[in-house]
């Protein structure tokens, strides 16, 4: 949450922060030295604040009109007011322009806390009426399972035949391809432009993403991986917050490795789908993955396993790998491979190239179950051609 204070007193300034610090610290604080009296409602950490705390102890009186016009404008926000002694005198005042709260000086310490909570649950109540986005995690038994193109293909589909708002993430920061089979657009903006904000917003998140359909954006891992080197757990995971409030649906491709990133993801993800392919390596890929899963006391539930490319001949018989694994495949996928072979080189959606292909059809049909409803086959016309050229152009504009 963004705590903005406003004050023109620099002892009570660094009190409060003190103070917040003290009971939660991973709120970003915000402190503004100015009168309480002479507010700037176009100042960005004022506009932007989440809990606006106001020094009401000063002998003019507050910004009135301000402060009403703040919270007609951000109803999801609340006002605290400071005071000394004559609260009673503004109270009623404080209460016809929409402060929440307000608390004397000399309790401070004692109180701020309790009131900047409730500030909170307020806010997650609000948050959680616009939009509770499922979040979707995607990660690879072993190299090579088809996890980023599966996990971007059924993205799009949910946002062009179901008309959802999603925002796919890839975060395999050190071998990204996600964008690979969306996409030939060789933007630099990455989800590096994000981990530097101060504020997060739904449309500072789409700023810093391609937008590959009109209900549908990519927020790519960095060209370089350098440029991924000081990305945190914490920065992902205000990413995501911000993100469900804002989307029906968060696909995230992960790394091939169990890195800090990854497990944070998965503990914020309604369900995590491993993908793999079934033929030997994979199976003890998986295995290697199920003992990491059991360690964090994921519920079955929240686990669904994924099996790629079905079909092929060297493929182990099926139940000798739920066996092996002790668990029961949710999705089993087609083998395609080149109309899958055609997607990548074009950097197109599978669905407009092959709109009636049957790993497209078996993507459909994943998705309807995800949402629970049968919804009308929808195609796409594929016309890719002229996009080939495009795909090396931009591969040698990263090389």
Not at 43 to 52: R, T
Not at 221 to 233: L, R
Request: hydrophobic share 45%.
């Amino acid at each position: 949450m963004k705590i903005t204070v406003v004050s023109k007193n620099n002892a009570l300034l660094h009190r409060i922060k003190v103070t917040l610090l003290g009971a939660r610290d991973n709120d970003q604080i915000e402190l503004v030295n100015r009168p309480a009296h002479r507010l700037d409602l176009d100042m960005p950490d004022i506009a932007n604040a989440n809990l606006l705390i106001l020094d009401g102890a000063e002998e003019e009186a507050p910004d009135w009109a301000n402060i009403e016009k703040f919270n007609l404008q951000h109803p999801h926000s609340s006002t605290i007011l400071i005071c000394a002694e004559r609260i009673e005198r503004i109270l009623v005042q404080a209460m016809r322009v929409g402060v929440r709260d307000a608390l004397y000086l000399a309790e401070l310490e004692e109180r701020l806390s309790e009131v900047v909570e409730r500030a909170r649950s307020r806010q997650a109540a609000f948050e959680g009426a616009l939009r509770g986005g499922k979040v979707y995690s995607f990660i690879h038994s072993k190299g090579g399972s088809g996890a980023s193109f599966i996990s971007s293909n059924l993205a799009y589909i949910l946002a062009k035949v179901h008309k959802k708002r999603v925002l796919m993430i890839d975060l395999d920061l050190e071998f990204s391809d996600a964008s690979f089979c969306l996409t030939d657009d060789d933007s630099i903006k990455s989800i590096a432009d994000l981990v530097a904000r101060s504020h997060l917003s739904g449309p500072v998140i789409e700023s810093a993403s391609i937008q590959i359909e009109q209900t549908f954006w990519l927020l790519r891992a960095p060209q370089n991986p350098e440029m991924s080197v000081g990305i945190t757990p914490d920065q992902v995971d205000d990413i995501i917050s911000v993100a469900v409030r804002h989307y029906d649906f968060i696909c995230i491709d992960l790394a091939r490795t169990l890195e800090p990133i990854a497990l944070r993801v998965m503990d914020r993800s309604d369900v995590v789908f491993p993908v793999m392919q079934t033929v030997l390596p994979f199976v003890r890929g998986m295995q290697r993955l199920q003992r990491t899963f059991r360690a964090l006391h994921y519920p079955e539930s929240k686990i669904q396993l994924v099996a790629n490319r079905q079909g092929n001949k060297d493929d182990l018989p099926m139940k000798d790998i739920e066996n092996a694994l002790q668990a029961k495949f949710v999705v089993r996928l087609p083998n395609d491979f080149f109309n899958v072979n055609t997607s990548i080189n074009t950097g197109k959606p599978l669905m407009e190239v092959a709109p009636q292909g049957v790993l497209t059809q078996a993507l459909i049909q994943w998705s309807n179950q995800l949402l629970g409803v049968k919804s009308e086959e929808k195609v796409v016309n594929a016309d890719h051609s002229h996009s080939l050229l495009g795909k090396f152009t931009s591969l040698f504009k990263s090389s």
